[in-house]
């Protein structure tokens, strides 16, 4: 009986025991499938990050940064509060994957045995996220050391023979330092269409830069459902419609318009971004539809004062007019974007937030791939956003002004981004309907 007792104090001293000295985790075994899974997305050479995570050797300095990102979760970067909706794109770690980076960077960044290695992930060649199918190559655009560089426009043939279903897409910049965003537009093909010119408008601009607003027009019509189809920011750079056997149909002849929007740094670089696209190899069964529902633009009604840290702007409204599934979203707001909610209300005056993103940065404006949200027709989506123009606010450049809508990072707009997918007989210009409101929202 002593005995048996002691065999077991003895058995369960050893099991305590052997935990304590379990290995540590290695690089190989138990960092890298997180790194696949999480981080190398953006940590590959070609990406929005700076430093590949593919192997040890370029891995194995940032352990004790990666440790410090990890803990306090600045990485990966996620901005939706995770209490409203689902989303299929949501890196955020787990605490035991947090747990692993920390007692690995605490260990001594082993790299452990080749053996227990993954396989690598075959990412697409060239910074491609997507494997185009076919590329359209973009203009050469020489950016200035210095200046404001106004919108550009410039067209370039799409090349589509016949008409197509594509089933991805993917805006990839030459130059990530100076794209402060990008966006396509598909445009019929006219006789007269001009290519590889550049057209802009000048704006009336004061000292700082900023659009003098009584230069605007008074009041600019809000909700578009423009040709534009896709925009590069950072952050976003690819759609994928495949996941919902979903398509966008090109027609034939169709030209592509680049949409181009600069940020100098001081130094010429000259950017070359270019268009990917996969084909469909059989018609998809459903569209895919994106949409902008720009806020109020009036100067008399989108004006930010002076040091206020908590600006509510008019909010963006649109009711669907077809049954569709909600998919994805992406604020754009610039410097002083501080949130941006999305709301639905359906026909039945329930009402759901299903993105709240709060502590909006410029420098990532990442797109919500939500597990598809069922709307039926009649539904409302409703968004509102809040800026901070205090000094508080690291990336505010001037607290001091009031700040009107305009193109540039240092003026401001209110742009609710988001997609969806519809029957694929629908007429697309027709699923939503918007309505200029000047409504502060609740
Ligand atoms: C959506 C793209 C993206 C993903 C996903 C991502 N990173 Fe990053 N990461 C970046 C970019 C861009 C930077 C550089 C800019 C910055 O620090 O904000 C960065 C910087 C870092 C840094 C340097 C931080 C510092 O303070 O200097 C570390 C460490 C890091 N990432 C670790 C990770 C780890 C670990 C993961 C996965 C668990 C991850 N990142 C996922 C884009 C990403």
């Known amino acids: 009986m002593m005995i048996d007792l002691l065999v077991a104090i003895l058995m369960l001293g050893g099991a305590a025991m052997a935990a304590e000295t379990s290995p540590e985790p290695t690089f ?59 989303f299929e794109n949501d890196r955020t770690l787990v605490q035991s994957d947090i747990d692993t980076i920390m007692k690995w960077a605490d260990a001594g960044a082993p790299e452990g045995d080749s053996k227990d290695a993954p396989p690598p992930i075959q990412w697409p060649v060239e910074g491609w996220q997507i494997q185009p199918d076919i590329i359209v190559d973009g203009p050469n655009f020489k950016v200035p050391a210095k200046g404001i560089v106004e919108w550009t426009n410039i067209v370039v043939p799409g090349g589509f023979t ?20 990008m966006c396509v537009a598909f445009i019929p093909h006219t006789s007269d269409v001009v290519y590889n010119v550049p057209t802009w408008t000048d704006k009336v601009r004061d000292a700082s830069g900023s659009e003098i607003p009584e230069s605007r027009k008074a009041i600019t019509p809000t909700g578009t459902n423009t040709a534009v189809q ?21 027609p034939a002849g169709t030209d592509i318009q680049f949409r181009l929007h600069y940020t100098v740094t001081g130094k010429e670089v000259v950017d070359h ?105 009649g539904t409302k989506l409703t968004v509102t956003a809040h800026y901070d123009n205090s000094a508080n606010n690291r990336a505010n450049p001037d607290p001091n002004r009031t700040v009107y809508w305009g193109d540039q990072a240092w003026e401001e707009m209110m742009s609710p981004f988001f997609a969806v997918i519809a029957r694929k007989n629908v007429d697309t210009k027709k699923i939503i309907k918007t309505a200029v409101s000047t409504r502060p929202g609740a």
């Open 230 to 250: 896709f925009c590069y920011v950072p952050g976003t750079q690819f759609e994928d419609y495949r996941p919902f056997g979903a398509g966008k149909l090109v």
């Open 162 to 181: 016949k008409d197509t279903w594509i089933t991805s897409m993917e805006l990839l910049p030459g130059d990530r330092s100076v794209t402060h965003h």
């Open 273 to 377: 971004p270019r268009l990917g696209f996969t084909i469909a190899k059989q018609t998809p069964e459903r569209h895919y539809a994106n949409f902008i529902i720009n806020s109020q633009q009036d100067p008399a009604v989108f004006a930010i004062p002076p040091n206020d840290p908590n600006w509510q702007s008019p909010i963006s409204e649109a009711t669907f007019e077809e049954d569709v599934d909600l998919v994805w979203a992406m604020a754009h707001m610039h410097f002083r974007g501080k949130d941006m909610t999305y709301q639905l209300t359906y026909p039945d005056g329930r009402t759901e937030t299903v993105l709240s993103i709060q502590n909006y940065d410029y420098n990532w404006q990442l797109g919500y791939r939500f597990e598809p949200i069922r709307i039926p027709k």
């Open 28 to 86: 190989n075994k138990d960092v890298l499938p997180i790194l696949q899974k999480n981080c190398q997305t953006c940590h590959r050479p070609g990406q929005v990050a700076p430093m590949s995570f593919l192997d040890y050797k370029s891995a194995r300095p940032w352990a004790k940064a990666m440790k410090v990102a990890v803990t306090t979760r600045k990485m990966p970067p996620w901005f939706a509060d995770h209490r409203y909706g689902r």
